[in-house]
């Protein structure tokens, strides 16, 4: 299948410190990971522009909602990474609230893509993310990241864990891979653009009728019927 390129025209496009900023949205995609799980990384490679991430990086946009447009009202959206060794109380609860909210109310968000460490998948706050958005109903893919620091046996094990762990979330994908070694760029680039073009074609369709039909592509923007 030929991707659209439309990951690589990822720009730079605001940062939030509050719900109430979100900017209007006909779609995004948001990716979420523990601190140093790979993230910007990830993110530089699937747009293949270098250093798109660290603008998320920079003092004082850590904590922020950081967007990129990949499209016109369609976004790519960095959230602030998790699991700092020492987070003060009033920080955690901070992210804790626009975290949630973000993840079980935002329409137009369409699905999420989860960085874990592939030496330490599902970490108490990994399964956190899972536990408030997977109720939404939309999918998640998750990418193992630093899979090259693995052997193929470890590999091949911490896959099958993973999807294991996870086999009861029914809108759940997981994938191996590297931005050292580009293991699995291809694939979660592939699911990217396809959920960006599900996203922003057809009307939402609630999960339910998603399951319901085998011959229906799954749509993951299916939200609007949401409050
Ligand atoms: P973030 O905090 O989740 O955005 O993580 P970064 O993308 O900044 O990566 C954290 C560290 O892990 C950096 O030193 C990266 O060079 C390194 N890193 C990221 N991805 C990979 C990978 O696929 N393989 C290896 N070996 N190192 C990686």
């Known amino acids: 299948m030929t991707a659209k390129p439309v990951l690589n025209r990822a720009h730079f496009h605001t940062s939030v410190a509050q719900l109430r900023d979100l900017p209007y949205s006909r779609a995004e995609i948001a990716f979420a990971g523990r601190s140093n799980a790979g993230k910007s990384s990830a993110i530089n490679l699937l747009t293949r522009i270098n250093r798109l991430a660290y ?8 904590q922020l909602i950081n967007f990129f447009t990949v499209d016109a009202d369609t976004y790519l959206v960095d959230l602030p990474g998790y699991g700092y060794a020492k987070v003060p109380p009033a920080v955690k609860a901070k992210w804790e609230g626009l ?4 993840l079980q109310e935002r329409d137009a968000l369409a699905g999420m893509v989860l960085i874990m460490d592939a030496r330490h998948p599902l970490t108490p706050l990994d399964r956190q993310m899972l536990d408030w958005f997977t109720p939404t109903g939309k999918p998640v893919h998750i990418l193992l990241s630093k899979a090259d620091k693995l052997s193929n046996g470890e590999r091949a094990l911490t896959l099958r864990r993973v999807k294991q762990e996870l086999s009861a979330l029914p809108h759940v994908s997981v994938q191996l891979f590297s931005s050292l070694s580009r293991l699995g760029a291809e694939d979660a680039t592939t699911l990217l653009e396809n959920w960006f073009s599900q996203a922003q074609q057809g009307e939402p369709e609630p999960a339910e009728a998603q399951n319901a039909s085998s011959t229906q592509k799954e749509s993951p923007d299916h939200t609007k019927d949401r409050g």
Do not use: A
Request: hydrophobic content about 10%.
């Open 99 to 102: 975290l949630s909210r973000y």
């Open 55 to 62: 603008t998320s990086k920079t003092p004082g946009r850590t």
